[in-house]
């Protein structure tokens, strides 16, 4: 299995592609990174050396995949933070051109904006690109919480307003939608939901919410679910492995004391989560 990964790219830390194309790789898939941005750390350091790549640099590496005759090989695309509308529109292209070679292939669009403890933190006309260019396009999306609102333009509380706002994200398109980092008035204290839906049927996993804010664990998310998607052809089953994967990424961080996903350190969890939880229609 091959997917082409499209996104940001740190050289310490993992986010973006630093933080996707590991797990792929761990779960047998030959990822294809091609980097959105490659910068020194994340930045919610507050400082942070690299630069943006612009489309007409992406497009010119999808030429040079495409000249080895391998994107009938390409099982999806996967894509997250994108710098700016131009890098967008180039990654729109790409799928075109994916597609075309093989119209299997399957489009995720991690619609990366923002969150609710930052707001949004990309660039002006992102937010636009995404609702109205990039979501439409796609296969799978996997919004958090946050993002979910802002693409759709509601507050969401409850359960059965996600489930309006998923409803009005699938006759966009996306046939699955996945929301991470979701929190509901139904949600219990020290808990978290991630919530996805397909054909018409949403699901539930709910674990323990940890004490951590980190970057980059939508990434990994999107990454996970996605691979397990393209597996399993299940939403149900990408959503149970995908929770169990990064609960336990993310719990063996907090026990280490990191800062960043321990993503080398509890790489077992990837393949072999120790801890699991169950998937309930909802």
């Known amino acids: 299995m091959n997917v082409l990964s499209i996104q940001s790219h740190v050289a310490y830390g993992h986010v973006g592609n630093a933080a996707a194309v590991f797990p792929m790789q761990r779960l047998g898939v030959e990822a294809w990174p091609i ?3 490659q910068f020194s750390n994340h930045t919610g350091y507050g400082s942070w050396k690299g630069r943006v790549f612009d489309g007409h640099s992406i497009e010119d590496l999808v030429d040079g995949i495409a000249e080895r005759g391998v994107l009938p ?3 999806g695309v996967l894509s997250g933070y994108m710098g700016s509308a131009d890098i967008g529109a180039a990654i729109l292209s790409t799928v075109q051109r994916v597609r075309a070679a093989n119209p299997d292939a399957i489009y995720c669009c991690d619609p990366v904006i923002g969150d609710v403890d ?33 693409l759709t333009g509601r507050a969401i509380h409850s359960l059965d307003a996600a489930r309006d706002a998923i409803a009005a994200i699938h006759d966009r398109g996306p046939r ?13 204290e020290g808990s978290i939901d991630l919530i996805a839906s397909e054909n018409g ?33 299940s939403a149900a089953v990408a959503l149970e492995e995908a929770a169990a994967s990064i609960h336990g990424l993310l719990r063996r961080t907090v026990e280490r004391g ?22 309930v229609a909802v």
């Open 258 to 279: 990191e800062t960043e996903i321990a993503l080398i350190a509890a790489q077992d969890e990837i393949v072999s989560p120790s801890q699991r939880f169950p998937v």
């Open 35 to 37: 980097h959105t941005v």
């Open 176 to 188: 699955v939608v996945l929301v991470t980092s979701f929190l509901s008035t139904e949600t219990p």
């Open 201 to 233: 049927q949403l699901y539930r996993v709910r674990t323990p919410r940890l004490p951590i804010t980190i970057n980059g664990g939508g990434d990994a998310t999107a990454a996970l679910f996605f691979v397990h998607y393209l597996k399993s052809r």
């Open 73 to 75: 090989r390409c099982d």
């Open 118 to 150: 930052r707001g949004v933190f990309v660039r002006p006309g992102i937010p636009e690109f995404m609702r109205d260019h990039a979501v439409p396009a796609a296969d799978v999306i996997t919004p958090n919480h946050y993002e979910l609102e802002n």
